[in-house]
């Protein structure tokens, strides 16, 4: 793909930014025409080699009732549509939501086998295989995490005649995180994908439509007697304006209020353990005796990571071993997590469930049963696949959680899965390509659910070497406190020269399709304090002096997001991100350490034109200078910024007649 990322966006105003309503009916308009439908589906496969959309008359189709009552997520209205197949036992229901109000529709296709053969062959299996009529477009996309600095980076490119391709590598995200916006000169849509799994996307111009595609990418099998597959989830969200600020931030308010968990905030977290820790139970519950009142007051949940259970050379060989190393904690965690509980904070512990090393105790239990365990090299997978290892699993980490008073589950995931996938269809399946990934992703989320009705409250920490997994389906269930990592530390403390200004990148690109999303501070400065400005952010030893003060900020950081200025990683170039609403929020300024300009011309957007507005240095408040908001968006201010590397906050807000 040829594209660029120093690009800028051009101005909207608040009005501009509102849902329409020409948009929700667009959206209602498309997806009846291309969902709730019997004519034109905007999903495809082939039974036996006919596709679904050159031969409906096969198919005996019916659209049930649309309910709010039956909506897959809050704010929404379901539809389900069956498709039964007239030549074979082969039974399709689409499981389909609007969100009228979000200008939103999102979708997700299940196939089963009803007989008692084997069904013919399914393939070409399209989740989305549709057009939307956007003219000639611009598509916007995010790198995925390498880990690299320009992790999570927004590139943009016209969408060319030829397919452009997109997809995951070895299982998890790493190319490219799977979001697309697709802006024309009059409207356009942004398209996300659900699939924790080997994910493929395409975008191709095609006179004034764009073709949009998105499956499992490697998927051909028969089913068995009673077998279910499904398609990823795909969700459309319907824009107009040509400017793609309206698309990202309207894609954005439906997360929030209708996608992620209700239980997700702000949140700040202090990391008391990481991977290298040796403390014990005794040590734990007097550092928690002898925190800071004030930052005690500031943190949200502690944070234990991985070495907590027996090992032998590192954490890494340990994995399986998911019950307290007695040596370390002869009681368990459990007087940690009533202590935690006591002081009315959450429990956050590191469990990597997937990943099993000999001679562990998960190892030794799969071991005993057929197709639990799958073997490549030193990291051996427990297979999701299986729906008694699923269930096994499910019990026991459920248990494991409860026993230690856990309330915060941080899952990660430091491995490729695709070819033990790959190795499983043949040893397991039959040579059936996709199976085993389609069996394995629909259990990952059944056993994510089996947690969060196990434990009330229960956030979710999604990590796979930091954020290799952050797909639509994984944002309903959780949120990434650690989004890369680029931004782990070594053994000795030391982190990356350019840790920060990959930090202030890294928010730059990724705050375009995520509210949510966190790091840890690793500097007692305020540079760095503000470079970890995030919704979620965590320290090793909070300081009192900085810790509460950003609070309010991270929650405009849930509002909408507007680019100011991109820096990329450069030393020598500003970095600048707006968070909040029409009303009030935040600008964040960065002057890294090599910019020899010290004026930075800050231009608002999302605001209204009419409106008066009070502009303030965060440092200096009671400071407060009156704009019209058109003076915000337009010539804007200038700032002079004496010092480098400084962050600088300047906050807005509307002046009520």
Not at 106 to 118: C, H, L, R, S, Y
Not at 585 to 591: F, L, Q, S
Not at 617 to 635: A, P
Request: glycine content about 8%; overall charge negative.
């Amino acid at each position: 793909m040829t594209s660029i990322t120093d690009f800028g966006f051009d101005s909207i105003t608040a009005e501009e930014m509102k849902v329409t309503a020409s948009e929700k009916q667009h959206c209602r308009q498309w997806y009846e025409e291309n969902i709730i439908c019997t004519d034109k589906p905007a999903y495809d496969f082939t039974v036996g080699g006919k596709s679904l959309g050159c031969n409906l008359r096969d198919w005996d189709i019916s659209v049930g009732a649309e309910s709010e009552s039956g909506a897959v997520r809050r704010g929404g209205k379901t539809t389900y549509i069956t498709l039964k197949h007239k030549k074979s036992s082969l039974v399709t229901v689409v499981e389909a939501t609007i969100y009228e109000e979000n200008a939103t529709c999102e979708w997700t296709v299940f196939i089963k086998n009803t007989g008692t053969e084997n069904s013919p062959v399914i393939g070409d299996f399209y989740a989305a295989d549709c057009d939307v009529k956007t003219g000639a477009s611009t598509l916007y996309i995010s790198r995925g995490s390498i880990p690299a600095a320009n992790d999570f980076e927004l590139c943009k490119s016209p969408v060319s005649p030829a397919p452009m391709i997109f997809n995951a590598n070895g299982g998890r995200s790493e190319a490219w995180l799977p979001y697309l916006n697709i802006c024309g000169a009059g409207s356009g849509v942004v398209m996300a994908v659900g699939w924790t799994g080997q994910w493929h996307m395409s975008a191709q111009q095609r006179l004034e439509n764009v073709h949009l595609t998105a499956k499992q990418e490697f998927f051909s099998s028969y089913l068995n007697a009673g077998e279910q597959v499904r398609s990823p989830l795909v969700s459309l969200t319907f824009y107009e304006g040509g400017n793609a600020l309206k698309g990202f931030n309207t894609f954005r308010s439906w997360e929030t209020g209708c996608v992620c968990p209700e239980s997700i905030a702000p949140l700040n977290g202090y990391v008391i353990a990481n991977e290298f820790s040796t403390l014990t139970t005794d040590v734990f519950l007097s550092m928690l005796d002898r925190i800071n009142p004030v930052a005690l007051e500031n943190t949200d949940y502690f944070w234990m990571d991985a070495g907590w259970y027996k090992y032998n050379e590192g954490w890494y060989d340990g994995v399986g071993n998911w019950i307290p190393d007695k040596n370390r904690f002869p009681d368990g965690l459990k007087p940690l997590g009533d202590k935690i509980a006591a002081m009315r904070k959450k429990f956050l512990l590191w469990y990597e469930p997937e990943r099993v090393r000999e001679g562990t105790y998960l190892y030794n239990e799969g071991m005993k049963h057929d197709g639990w365990i799958v073997k490549i090299g030193d990291n051996l997978l427990w297979n999701m696949g299986n729906d008694d290892a699923c269930e096994f699993i499910s019990g026991y980490i459920s248990k494991s959680l409860v026993e230690n008073g856990v309330t915060m589950y941080r899952q990660d995931f430091n491995f490729s899965p695709l070819s033990y996938w790959e190795k499983t269809d043949r040893e397991l399946y039959g040579g059936r390509e996709g199976i085993s990934e389609n069996r394995y992703v629909t259990n990952l989320y059944k056993y994510l659910d089996c947690l969060l009705d196990s434990v009330d409250g229960l956030i979710i920490d999604n990590c796979a070497s930091g954020g290799k997994r952050l797909d639509l389906e994984m944002t309903g269930r959780s949120l990434p406190l650690w989004r890369s990592d680029y931004n782990c530390g070594n053994a000795d403390g030391t982190v990356k020269d350019d840790v920060l200004e990959a930090t202030q990148a890294m928010t730059y690109g990724l705050s375009c399709w995520l509210p949510y999303s966190g790091t840890n501070r690793y500097f007692r400065s305020e540079y760095a304090s503000r470079t970890a400005v995030l919704t979620n952010q965590s320290v090793y030893a909070p300081s009192v002096e900085e810790y509460a003060r950003y609070d309010k900020i991270s929650e405009y950081m849930t509002g909408n997001y507007y680019p100011l200025a991109y820096g990329g990683t450069d030393t020598d170039r500003y970095l600048a991100m707006q968070f909040g609403n029409e009303t009030e929020g935040a600008a964040i300024i960065y002057r890294r350490e090599n910019v020899k300009e010290n004026s930075f011309a800050l231009v608002l957007n999302g605001l209204s034109p009419d409106k008066s507005y009070e502009l303030c240095n965060f440092d200096s408040r009671e400071i407060k200078t009156v704009y019209s908001g058109e003076k915000l968006m337009s010539d804007g201010v200038t700032l002079k910024i004496n010092e480098a590397p400084k962050a600088v906050i300047m906050l807005y807000n509307e002046i009520a007649d």
